[in-house]
């Protein structure tokens, strides 16, 4: 358990930038969640905490103490791997002895703890089981047990539920935390998968071709995105392109958008992101549509149904946006049906194009 | 189910029964005409009191064999000729595992393909040529003494031409592609995750090598082994010509048989004889190599 911290690192593979100068710091004790599309840096950034990587330069530390010239065996971490990388020549007790008997570990106190773990980890009876023989679940249970048995100063997920199905993950996800919870570890955790990173983590850092493009609280990141980037790739963003006036964003056609924060420099081009479910979308019927602030008239373009929501796809200008509505026994406007669109100043969240 | 009861086997149709008959089929054949066939003339001959051939007169008897149990010097060149297998075979791992390891696990890309061209080379010269190339090297003045002299002067000679070691470094050269192919094969099928995991828990290279590379790649040890020290039995061509007057093995007691001594039954019974010991370790050794696996 201790603290972890990243302080301008980069590693440049040949001539791509897979890092460049990232800084974080991981609180002793949290639960991190390193997000962002594929490429962008993520499991570079674990295996470098690892230690599978060589940083080219920069500092980790772990605990205080500077890591980058330890090899991997002498750090101290607990890793799991997404597919789990279980020792196939093993049972499962001897899977998660074997950090205890690299480190001598007596026969007595191996046995306790491997059963400690186990238990923690709910896989009780299984000790004799060979990889081959468990459920996907299972092996990743027995993954988490293993770089949990050795007391690690921090836990390390290269995107450990990305080989489950969908009812897997959800399961997984609750123990994960659980677990997390029970042992109070530092862990870091990558994942490209966005609903992932906000169940689980404390914190979220966004990354984006090699740079820590954000970083806060679930929530933080999703409300408050500061980059047109965090915000399409958490949740459903429209993006809607304007320039300062008078303190207001005006979009191409005039509308004039309020956001709560202020936008900037009188006459700078900005973008606005407005979540898909902030907008409240209302039939225009025959009248004439309002130009209020956030307010735009629009025309329903065709609905995807998703059971719990129904998601419109709205045409405004030549923009194609997305409005999601909950399933509270609606009646569905038809395509085509001319509709007004609006949301409170509050959601109107000005970002980095 | 009671279509593949008809196919004889549970879980095969019999279309796909008829498809593996066509595509192992003519393999089949072949090796009954080309091995079976042929050696079972050399067990019968290896019954026969001489040569059936022009006017000799040949009778059925146990003689052949029985000579290998009354005579010590079957019995002590046998030995002597597993003892070369297995020293053979432990060279060919010792210095052929760690080049399969390379090649599997820390060379990628064009390299390996170069570096593999030049373990496959040696196959694709004469093995006569290649040992009589080694006399080049090992012989009194040769290569490696003038080379080893050159280094340190007044070192004399080496004298390695005509000895034991000399047979060993010839058929470690010519059969250490077997062993470096095998091991490739079972090392490259190591995830290199298992071996990042193993080193997250704590494992030096060392631990990493003996607790998880090496049971992982023993399948193909093993076949290497097999490989190796079954034709390395019965060789006689490196024994002959890097040992002289000191490569006397089973091997080439038993070419002796049938190219000077014209006694093809006696040089028949001793190889049934070497098969037969052959088959009786791996029958006792492999279900002991499999619980360890």
């Known amino acids: 358990m201790a603290q972890v911290t990243l302080h301008e690192v980069s590693k440049v593979f040949g001539r ?17 969640a390193l997000l962002g599309p594929s490429g962008s840096g993520k499991t570079t950034l674990l295996r470098m905490i690892a230690g599978f990587e060589i940083l080219d330069s920069g500092r980790i530390t772990i605990a205080g103490e500077p890591v980058e010239d330890k090899p991997v065996e002498k750090r101290e971490i607990g890793m799991v791997f997404q597919n789990y990388a279980l020792f196939p020549n093993m049972n499962v007790f001897d899977n998660v002895a074997f950090g205890l008997s690299v480190r001598g570990t007596g026969a007595a106190e191996t046995k306790r703890r491997v059963g400690e773990s186990l238990e923690l980890v709910q896989l009780v009876g299984l000790d004799q089981r060979k990889p081959h023989q468990l459920s996907g679940g299972q092996k990743q249970r027995v993954a988490l047990a293993r770089a949990l048995v050795t007391r690690p100063r921090v836990l390390l997920l290269d995107e450990p539920l990305g080989a489950l199905d969908k009812a897997l ?6 123990e994960l935390k659980r677990i997390q919870r029970n042992v ?38 999703y409300e408050r995105p500061t980059s ?39 006459g700078t081009p900005v973008v606005c992101a407005v ?53 509270r026994g609606f009646e569905v406007i038809p395509e085509g049906a001319a509709v007004r669109l609006s949301w409170p100043t509050g959601d109107t969240v000005v970002v980095q194009p | 189910m009671a279509r593949s009861a008809v196919a004889g086997a549970p879980g095969i149709s019999r279309s796909r029964l008829t498809t593996i008959m066509v595509l192992t089929g003519p393999a089949y054949i072949w090796l009954v005409v080309t091995v079976l066939l042929p050696l079972s003339v050399m067990l019968y001959f290896s019954f026969l009191s001489d040569v059936p051939i022009g006017k000799r007169v040949a009778v059925l008897t146990i003689e052949n064999y029985a000579a290998f149990f009354e005579k010590d010097f079957y019995r002590i ?18 210095f052929g595992f760690p080049c399969a390891y390379v090649l599997a696990k820390v060379i990628k890309g ?39 002299n050159w280094l340190i002067p007044d070192f004399g000679p080496l004298g390695l031409m005509f000895t034991y070691p000399a047979i060993i470094v010839g058929l470690v050269h010519s059969y250490i592609p077997y062993m470096i192919l095998t091991c490739y094969i079972s090392l490259q099928a190591i995830d290199d995750h298992l071996i990042e995991a193993a080193r997250s828990l704590g494992a030096g290279r060392f631990t990493v090598l003996r607790r998880l590379v090496l049971p992982l790649a023993f399948p193909g040890i093993l076949a290497g082994a097999v490989l190796i020290f ?16 000191i490569g006397t093995f089973i091997g080439t007691i038993i070419e002796d048989q049938f190219t000077a001594v014209f006694n093809w039954p006696l040089g028949a019974a001793l190889s049934f004889i070497m098969l037969g010991i052959v088959l009786l370790i791996l029958l006792i050794g492999v279900p002991a190599v499999r619980r360890v696996i």
């Open chain 1, 228 to 266: 047109a980037f965090t915000a399409r790739f958490l949740g459903d963003a429209n993006l809607l392109r304007g320039t300062v006036r008078n303190g207001f964003v005006e979009l191409a056609d005039g509308t004039r958008l309020s956001s709560a924060m202020p936008p900037g420099a009188e």
């Open chain 1, 275 to 327: 979540r898909a479910e902030k907008i409240l979308l209302e039939s225009a019927g025959g009248e004439a549509l309002g130009q209020g602030e956030n307010e735009l008239p629009a025309r329903v373009i065709s609905h995807i149904f998703a059971g719990s929501s129904l998601t419109y796809l709205v045409g405004w200008r030549d923009e194609t946006l997305k409005v999601h509505v909950q399933n």
């Open chain 1, 184 to 221: 109070a570890i530092t862990t870091i955790f990558v994942t490209h998968d966005q609903e992932e990173a906000l169940t689980l983590s404390d914190r979220i850092g966004i990354l984006n071709n090699g740079r820590l493009v954000q970083e806060g609280s679930p929530h933080e990141i």
């Open chain 2, 110 to 148: 064009r390299w390996r393909e170069a570096l593999f061209l030049l373990i496959i080379l040696p196959f694709w010269s004469n093995a006569l040529v290649r040992i009589f190339s080694w006399t080049m090297v090992l012989r009194g003045n040769g290569i490696l003494e003038r080379a080893v």
């Open chain 2, 77 to 94: 060149l046998m030995l002597r000729s597993f003892r070369l297998g297995a020293e053979v075979t432990f060279y060919c791992f010792l």
């Open chain 2, 230 to 245: 079954v034709p390395v039995l019965g060789s006689f061509m490196e024994p002959r010509i890097l040992g002289g007057r």
């Open chain 1, 169 to 174: 993950r959800v399961e997984m996800q609750i």
């Open chain 1, 16 to 32: 791509l930038k897979a890092l460049d100068r990232v800084s974080i710091q991981f609180e002793d004790g949290e639960f991190y």
